[in-house]
């Protein structure tokens, strides 16, 4: 194993368990998609803040997008990447991997951090140090659902095992646990 | 956006809803995968009626799929295409697009429109002008938990987001007005 | 209809109903992707038992799933591949068909069989004879809903059509006809 995209919905809490998980995981570090695609992005006068990304029109989007896949491809040593399954844009979900940024990722483990959706919501309230969705009950239902379906096409057409790692509130032990079997 | 892929089981609604969406809003025509499947099976041969085709061995939808595609990756201007995300035959359910098929339209977005299996199975019995398939509640929801995962591939291999566009009865302006957002 | 995956859960009857809808199809045989890849892998010497093979390391088992769909790209006449939709490892549930291996089946279509969550568990725990997986309810409902949606991303891909075959207890010989459907 040297490459885990690790993939979940805003509020599955999939930051903290593979920042927890990486700590304590020697010679392993963290790729955050969105940092990287800030990066580029603001290098390439698109966007200057986070959450204006998602905002993009879809071309745009999907031009960074392919940017960031670059750039990653060339990445030496272990590394586990901090992305998203789908993005919720007013255009509906998009992919977060489609396969033609998957191909060039070489992914050796999808890990897809989540959690029951009561917890999600609760903890998209209680964070306030970012601009959240606010998706109603019915939506984020919605978005996990894609995301499954997603996930199972991102598996099936690169070959990567898919670990579901489910961190409940009060459960982000295992959930770091879980993920840190795969570290090796 | 330029072409715009709508889907749904029979019964969702996606027509009607596609339809109004079209009228209100200029520049935007609606091509009816169907429609455009039986002028090229009736020239070929293949079939006299619609409800003929998905009757016809799979190799023989496999083939009109194909030139159908043909025939759509040539259209110009602004569409929206009205198909299936999986067709109900004896062999099981047929994918509407597979990548093959896909790879030709150039899809900017997918837009699935849904709605509460009650509400498929009363317009299904009501809609006496096209022979419709008589599934039962349980089949219903296998054949719409089989289009979400194709809905999942379809959007990874296309890059193409994914609107789901809820038709619940009482809704429909919401539903149409949903859609609209994306002809632009 | 030449060749057919039969896919499914263990446990959910896979291998009982297939086995019967060929005993019942003159010109019909199975070929079971267990005992071919044990038959590779021991000549190859990276197994000695069934059960040792998902065990291995992701990149042995990628490597000899490769070795068994070439096997099988050679395969003449009419035949029922016995395999798994997934493969539940310590590194998370391993695809059965990645589309590497899938492009060279030339499956004409697939068929899942499944059973409820109750009927599974209780036929694992009665199953002595192998050694299965001790899935609790909630890891195999995890488990079949990622083999749902893999199986969307295999017929997108394949184009072939997804047959449901449901064999609930008492069920079996509306299951075996179901498959039997497709032996033609």
């Keep these: ?56 029109p879809v071309a745009k989007q999907a031009e960074l997008q392919r940017m960031v896949a670059d750039s990653l491809a060339n ?13 919720n844009t007013p255009e509906g979900y998009y992919p977060g991997l489609p396969f033609k940024v998957l191909e060039k990722l070489k992914a050796d483990a999808l890990a897809y951090v989540n ?7 609760r903890r998209r309230k209680t964070d306030t140090s970012r601009a959240r969705d606010a998706q109603g009950r019915k939506e984020l239902e919605e978005h996990l659902a894609v995301n499954r379906a997603l996930l199972g096409a991102y598996s099936a057409f690169s070959g990567a095992p898919v670990m579901i790692i489910e961190n409940a509130d009060g459960k982000l032990d295992e959930a770091v646990a879980k993920l840190k079997g795969l570290l090796r």
Excluded: F, N, Y
């Design 75 to 87: 990445e030496k040593g272990k590394w586990m990447l901090d992305t998203h399954c789908s993005i």
């Design 1 to 56: 194993m040297a490459v885990i995209i690790v993939l979940g919905a805003p509020g599955a809490g999939k930051t903290t368990v593979l920042t927890k998980a990486a700590e304590q995981s020697p010679g392993w570090r963290v790729i955050t998609w969105g940092d990287r695609a800030l990066e580029i992005a603001k290098a390439k006068g698109l966007a200057k803040e986070r959450d204006e990304i998602r905002k993009l």
């Design 115 to 121: 959690a029951p959706v009561e917890d999600v919501m």
